[in-house]
């Protein structure tokens, strides 16, 4: 958990990294929302997955939505970031998009 926690952090620290750059927005506000929103995102995915491990793959996948969802609200919420709703969602959209696809292939 904590190897995937951290691998998370750092794909999607990249990902918003870049964004800030390119839409000249608040990089240590955004890195730390993103950090904040993980560490609770990642809390209730490995809690689910414990949970219901029958269900894999179901529970994967809904976490996921839910998680993308999630992160994308911090985001938005915290006024420092200057994000829009539209703006927070496509962020968090390609944030756990690249760190879901690169952890699907990763041997964990």
Known sequence: MIT???LTIVIESLVVSVY????????????LSAG???LLTQTLLWSLLLLFPDHYL????????LIWLLESLVLWLVPSNQ???REALWLSLGMNALSFGLGWFLPF
């Open 20 to 31: 800030a750059r390119w839409q000249h927005k608040a990089p240590v506000s955004l890195l």
């Open 4 to 6: 995937t926690l951290a």
């Open 83 to 85: 994000l829009t709703r």
């Open 36 to 38: 904040f929103a993980n």
């Open 58 to 65: 179901v529970v994967l996948f809904g976490a996921e939505l």
